[in-house]
């Protein structure tokens, strides 16, 4: 088993907090979030990006493995999700994560290519652990 960790720490309550969120392996180290920067324009980072980052990472590393093991040697794939967090009740919710995929693999039809994609959608460690709907754009580059 592969454990990684985040640490958070948070100064102050509400709308007057501030806090800071640092990354095990030192790529985040004490990066500032708070209210601003998650519901305002704040600088700083915000958990919804972060899943948001995990997820287009997460998928990406996914196709290329199972593009791989279809026998595919080259290519390009950029993802990018964008998390919705909606009003729910009181508080709120992650609702959806939408990927969104450009990609170029030499060879590869559209059917094979939709077929490995809407794989790795499904079984990318993030996207199973979301509870959220997970939705795919796909665009395959001739």
């Known amino acids: 088993m592969i454990v990684r960790s985040g640490s958070a720490h948070y100064s102050g309550l509400g709308k007057d907090g501030k806090g800071h969120v640092s990354t095990q392996s030192g790529v985040l ?11 305002e324009d704040g600088k700083g980072t915000n958990p919804e990006e972060l899943i948001a980052a995990a997820h287009a990472s997460c998928f990406t590393m996914a196709l290329s493995f199972g593009l791989a093991k279809a026998g595919y040697s080259d290519g390009e794939l950029d ?28 060879g590869i039809s559209e059917e094979e290519f939709g077929r490995i994609a809407d794989d790795a959608k499904a079984n990318c460690p993030i996207s199973k652990l979301l509870n959220a709907e997970v939705t795919l754009e796909r665009t395959l580059l001739a």
């Open 29 to 39: 180290d004490r990066q500032q979030y708070g209210f601003n920067t998650r519901f």
């Open 79 to 106: 993802t990018t999700a964008k998390v919705s967090l909606d009003k729910d009740g009181e508080g709120f919710k992650v609702s959806k994560s939408a990927l969104t995929l450009q990609a170029n693999v030499p």
